[in-house]
């Protein structure tokens, strides 16, 4: 049985989204921040980082978002959400997940607490360090933006849904609070496309699991 240590709104959202969408038998852990749950002895021993979230299948520990997305596509193949390995496709898939884990995500990151990379109480510091990630996540928002309409198409990858759509779902959903630039839902072409992941039924199943309350993104 799959294991997914998650918490509400955390980066275990995409792959319990992508959990619903392989309609593979799993079952949720929650990590209760509130309480430094991720910090305990008995989760650093999964995930010596002490982040969320932690993927457990069989015997294989996987931490690190990304790397449990790639793996839930590649061993619950026959709805091909991740194109076939060697094909072209296949490197577009790995520079989207790439740009955006590295990226987009790590900048949202440094968007929500800006105070860890200031001294502490350099309030004035953490406040640039969050205007300044704000302005870079808009760039990569103008970025994906252009890349829907570039393609044309309903997914990330064009027009065949992929472990990409709901990795940009909850990225994009981090932008709602926004307040020196637009959301990503204001964006053109973003709009539109997230309204169309949020209809899945395995995203509206992951959302109701996870008791999100509007707005989605």
Known sequence: MITLHYHPGNASM???MLLHELGVPFQLKLVDRAN????????LALNPNGLIPVLE?????????????????????????APVLGTPERAHLY????????????TLLHFFYGERLVDEGNADGARQVKAHAQAKVHACLLQLDAHLARHGGSWM???????????????????????????????????????RVLERPAVQ???????LSAPWV
Not at 59 to 81: G, K, P
């Open 157 to 195: 990858m064009g027009d065949r849904y992929s472990l990409l759509d709901p990795y940009a779902l909850m990225l994009c959903r981090w932008t709602r609070g926004f307040d020196q630039h637009p959301p990503a839902r204001e964006h053109a072409r973003i709009g539109p496309y997230l309204q």
């Open 95 to 106: 520079k989207w997940l790439m740009w955006m884990t590295n990226t987009l995500q790590a």
């Open 57 to 81: 299948d069989g015997d294989l520990v996987l931490f690190e978002t990304a790397a449990i997305c790639l793996h839930l596509a590649d061993t619950h193949d026959s709805l091909r959400l």
């Open 205 to 211: 199943r992951a959302l109701a699991t996870e008791q």
């Open 14 to 16: 995409a792959p319990h």
């Open 36 to 43: 430094a749950e991720q910090k305990t002895p008995a989760y």
